[in-house]
């Protein structure tokens, strides 16, 4: 099994910048594409961000590309998400998701095996 854990959200003004991590533990060498989703209030969850079990391949939503970078660092088991310029629009519960098969990330909610707890992310205006 894995287990995943996330930290570093919190509470932003609009502009500003946050850094969430992504913990892995257990069997991490089952683990190949990782990405974070997120799901706002009232609605569904979405991907904001994947990353290839190598980093050399990573994806983004539309609505944070530039302004989000997603990186791993698989000696420490980690995979992060530098979230600047941040909007209101970004509030959200934070997810990191981990795949056991893919080696490149999916944006589908259904292909993740593994998910962490979430973080709270607020921004305000």
């Known amino acids: 099994q894995v287990q995943l854990v996330e930290s570093g959200g919190g509470l932003v003004q609009a502009g500003g910048s946050l850094r969430l991590s992504c913990a892995a533990s257990g069997r991490t060498s089952s683990i190949y594409a990782t990405a974070w989703f997120r799901r706002a209030p009232g609605k569904e969850r979405e991907f904001v961000a994947g990353i290839s079990r190598s980093g050399g391949t990573t994806y983004y939503a539309d609505s944070v590309k530039g302004r989000f970078t997603i990186s791993r660092d698989n000696a420490k088991n980690t995979v992060y998400l530098q979230m600047n310029s941040l909007k209101p629009e970004d509030t959200a519960l934070y997810y990191c998701?981990?795949?056991?098969?893919?080696?490149?990330?999916?944006?589908?909610?259904?292909?993740?095996?593994?998910w962490g707890q979430g973080t709270q992310v607020t921004v305000s205006s």
């Open positions: 998701a981990a795949d056991r098969t893919r080696t490149v990330p999916d944006t589908r909610v259904k292909e993740y095996d593994y």
